[in-house]
């Protein structure tokens, strides 16, 4: 299993972006799916993650201001956040997890993408 991230990019406070992941492989449907972030000396956390029939769950930084779908006919998942603030500003990898329980642990991760980076600037 492959994981490109894509759609990082410089966006202003308050701006939106959508992040792109797209999977290629062999891909199991019910294999929870999410993205997770991470800053300098910090650990890798968990922003949001999603089932295949859609149920989702998300960081309550995130809350209400980012929404996370997947299109299992095109091995793609989505991270559309808004409202974008500076503490948004992260490195934010795809994850593939073996669990197929939301809110993944990240030792359950078995494949990552590369990471995209997103700053949240003016």
């Known amino acids: 299993v492959q994981l490109q991230a894509y759609g990082g990019g410089l966006v202003q406070p308050g701006g939106s972006l959508r992040l792109s992941c797209a999977a290629s492989?062999?891909?199991?449907?019910?294999?929870?799916m999410g993205w997770y972030r991470q800053t300098p000396g910090k650990q890798r956390e968990l922003v949001a993650d999603?089932?295949?029939?859609?149920?989702?769950n998300y960081a309550d930084s995130v809350k209400g201001r980012s929404t996370i779908a997947r299109d299992n006919a095109k091995n793609t998942m989505y991270l559309q956040m808004s409202s974008l603030r500076p503490e948004d500003t992260a490195v934010y990898y795809c994850?593939?997890?073996?669990?197929?329980?939301?809110?993944?642990?990240?030792?359950?991760?078995?494949?990552w993408g590369q990471g995209t980076l997103v700053t949240v600037s003016s």
């Open positions: 999603i089932l295949n029939n859609g149920a989702a």
């Open positions: 994850a593939y997890s073996r669990s197929r329980s939301l809110a993944m642990n990240v030792r359950d991760v078995a494949y």
């Open positions: 492989g062999k891909i199991f449907g019910g294999n929870v």
